[in-house]
Every structure is written in structure tokens, then in C-alpha cells.
């Protein structure tokens, strides 16, 4: 049952705005009302409050067909639920997960942001900090209630549900302007209805994707990757290259590496493993810059991946056998 209640809410102009737009003829006329005119003149006669008294018994009991019930939801000043955050170092076995409990509003937010960021860039991932931050905001909206946050595909596919009221028009939630934020919400996040289109853009620029859809019974999804849409409901990465990745040594030489290439390649001569902090701290640079080269070096078919480490393929011994040589 559609819930009228929302509709004959604010001012004379905003009432006659939102049924116009959301209420059918039908809906009007099984109220007691011949038309839309007869609404008006009714509303403009005796006053909004006497209107929105005459649809209550149809209103019911307030439940909308997302089965979340307002008068239900908590308070958006007080969080009741942990957070909890699963982290997929390994496909082959069940995520670690990582618990968040209830606190401040603000000071629970800023940890969310803090303790993803800071696991998925563990991953390898290179989603910033602020693209996070504006996900994780969105939980105002859904009241706090059961966020869960999944660190997939090596931190570069994050995924954020809940189990709140949802989103109806996830289209125009992508607009920028467009928000439900109320002046509760309003102390705790800017909620001028730009976090959302922002963190989308952004992916979208750098060949990602932010997409929304909803959770299994209620609530909400909302996946940001660096893979582009139609690649991003991929969960995680395979956990072994396909053994055809692993090229013959002759259609590859020590000399197409390039010089960080050489680097990974010579540290793996001297260690069983690597990841990107090792590199840093072996030749220093960024962990994103050296994410992006082990990344490059699996596509060549030199390293594969194992858990959270790299290791030499045959392709990637017979080059340092070349560059040792």
C-alpha cells in the first residue's frame, strides 16, 4: 500500500506539487474527491490539516511497500548498531572481518571512513579516502541500521549494504541536489545532495563505476570499483592466474619490463614473495604506484597472485634468469 502521509506535508504549493505528481486520479476518487479540481478546492476551503485527516484510514498504518516502517527507525543521533567489515584477503576462505561498535555519530563515520580506507589500500586498493567518506555518509540515511562493508578484488571493488529504509529512485539519488536529508542529518553531513553524484563521478573519470541497487529484503547496496560497471559485480579476483596466463619464456623478454618491472623481479630473486610494501620499503615510491605495477606484471603473465602476495611465474624466472645473466 502506498503511503500518502509524506504528500499533505508542508506548505499550500508543496502539497498541491506532490499530489499532482504522485497521486492518481483514482486514488483521489476512492478518498471521496471527484477530481484533482475538487481536491484543490477542498485543500484551499478547509485548510491542509483537514484534507490530510480524511485519507488517514486509507494511509493504515503507515508502511510503505519496502516494508520499512518510519515510525520504527531510530534516531539518527544515536547509533545502535556495530559495523562490520569483512575483508577478502583470500577467495579460497572465509573473510576476516572487522567489527566497528556503536559510538558517536561523527566519531562512528570517521572510523568507518578511516578503518576501510586504511584495510583496502592494505589490499592494494586505490580508491581515495574522500570517495570513501562520502559512501560511508550515505548510512545516515539508512538510520545505521546493520551496515556492512565488503573489501573485495584486491580494495578495489567496495561494497557497502545496509538494512534501512532503501532508496526508491536510485536514478535521481545520483543527481546532484537532489537529497533526503532532514535537519537532523544536517549536523552530522553537508546534505546538500552531492555526496552520492560525487563519489560516482569520480569513479566514472577514472574508469570505474558506482552503482546502486537494492539490499536482499530492505535497505540498500552501493558498489564502488575501479572496474567498469558491467565488470563490477565480479566479488573478488580469481585466486590463481589461468595456467594459460603463464606464457612460454621466449615471447617475453627481461628488456619489456621497464625499470620498476626489473625491480619487482629482482626483489622476488632474493625473497619467495612480494607486495606492494615491500616494494616501498626496498625502493620507495607509493603503495598505490606499486599496486599498479604488480598489477601490470600479472597481466604480462611475470607474477601470480597468492592470497595477498606475488610470486614469480615461469615467465617471471626465466626473465630474471635473463637479467641475472
Known amino acids: 500500500m502506498v503511503c500518502l502521509t509524506p504528500w499533505i506535508t508542508g506548505s ?14 483514482s486514488t483521489l476518487q476512492a478518498n471521496g474527491f471527484e477530481n484533482f479540481q475538487h481536491f484543490v ?45 569483512a575483508v577478502y584477503d583470500d577467495p579460497s576462505v572465509t573473510p576476516r572481518v572487522v567489527t566497528i561498535q556503536p559510538m558517536p555519530v561523527r566519531d562512528y563515520l570517521e572510523e568507518i571512513t578511516r578503518t576501510v580506507n586504511q584495510l583496502s589500500h592494505e589490499q592494494g586498493g586505490t580508491i581515495p579516502f574522500m570517495i570513501i567518506r562520502e559512501v560511508v555518509e550515505n548510512y545516515i540515511h539508512a538510520y545505521f541500521i546493520a551496515p556492512t562493508i565488503s573489501i573485495l578484488d584486491a580494495g578495489n571493488t567496495l561494497r557497502f549494504s545496509d538494512q534501512g529504509p532503501g532508496i526508491r529512485d536510485k536514478t535521481r539519488a545520483l543527481e546532484y ?28 573519470d577514472k574508469g570505474g563505476s558506482l552503482t546502486i541497487r537494492d539490499n536482499l529484503s530492505h535497505g540498500t547496496v552501493v558498489t564502488i570499483s575501479t572496474r567498469p560497471e558491467d565488470d563490477a559485480s565480479i566479488p573478488v579476483a580469481p585466486l590463481h592466474k589461468p595456467q594459460a596466463q603463464e606464457v612460454a619464456p621466449s615471447t617475453a623478454a627481461a628488456g619489456d619490463l621497464g625499470v620498476r618491472g626489473r625491480q619487482v623481479v629482482c626483489y622476488l630473486g632474493e625473497h619467495e614473495e612480494v607486495g606492494p610494501s615491500d616494494l616501498v620499503a626496498s625502493y620507495g615510491g607509493s603503495q598505490p604506484t606499486w599496486s599498479r605495477e604488480l598489477k601490470r606484471l600479472d597481466d604480462l603473465g611475470v607474477l601470480v597472485k597468492r592470497g595477498r602476495k606475488r610470486h614469480l611465474t615461469e615467465l617471471g624466472r626465466a626473465c630474471l634468469s635473463q637479467i641475472e645473466g
Do not use: W
Open 41 to 85: 478546492e477542498r485543500l484551499s476551503k478547509d485548510g491542509q490539516r483537514d484534507v490530510a485527516e480524511g485519507f488517514y484510514t486509507f494511509v493504515g498504518d503507515g508502511t510503505d511497500e519496502r516494508g520499512a516502517r518510519e515510525s520504527e527507525l531510530p534516531s539518527v543521533d544515536e547509533v545502535r548498531y556495530p559495523a562490520r567489515i
Open 177 to 204: 541536489g537532489t537529497t533526503s536529508a532532514t535537519e537532523e542529518m544536517k549536523r552530522y553531513i553537508r546534505g546538500v545532495g552531492s555526496g552520492l553524484p560525487l563519489a560516482q563521478q569520480y569513479m566514472l
Open 12 to 25: 499550500f504549493a508543496e502539497v498541491i506539487y506532490n499530489f499532482s505528481t504522485n497521486v492518481e486520479s
